[in-house]
């Protein structure tokens, strides 16, 4: 069995709002949605190599839906941590924190979706004969 790529789906309030947020702050574009009665009820957003799926919570304005999606945390390779960081204030996204010093000089940074999302930002790895190595 050969995989050829995974595909995160997430399950979001408001479809139109991540596609938004994606596309406005991370550079994804929107490649196919899906509307029922007005309503975006599904995404698949690309920026480059990766992909990213929308889809709207079953849950919808239910009393037993979820505030944040605290359990989930996606993990970004980015070539220039500071440019993005500087980019991303730019456009109004506060809740950037300053750069963290995570051991071995790496500096990450964080922060969350509409949705809740925990988004890490870190240094591209570095392919050293077919290995990944963490920068």
């Given at each position: 069995m050969k995989l050829r790529?995974?595909?995160?789906?997430?399950?979001?309030r408001d479809v139109?709002?991540?596609i938004e947020f994606y596309c406005g702050a991370l550079g994804f574009t929107l490649q196919d949605k899906v509307e029922w009665g007005g309503k975006t009820e599904?995404?698949?957003?690309?920026?480059?190599?990766v992909h990213l799926m929308l889809s709207v919570s079953q849950q919808g304005d239910s009393e037993d839906a979820p505030s944040q999606h605290g359990d989930g945390m996606f993990f970004l390779y980015h070539d220039n941590l500071e440019?993005?960081?500087?980019?991303?204030g730019s456009r109004g996204y506060e809740s950037v924190p300053d750069a963290l010093q995570l051991g071995r000089g790496k500096r990450d940074f964080y922060l969350r979706d509409p949705d809740?999302?925990?988004?890490w930002f870190s240094h591209k790895p570095v392919i050293d004969g077919g290995t990944a190595t963490g920068s």
């Open positions: 790529s995974l595909v995160p789906v997430l399950d979001v139109d709002a991540s599904w995404a698949l957003l690309c920026c480059d190599q440019s993005l960081q500087v980019y991303l809740g999302y925990v988004l």
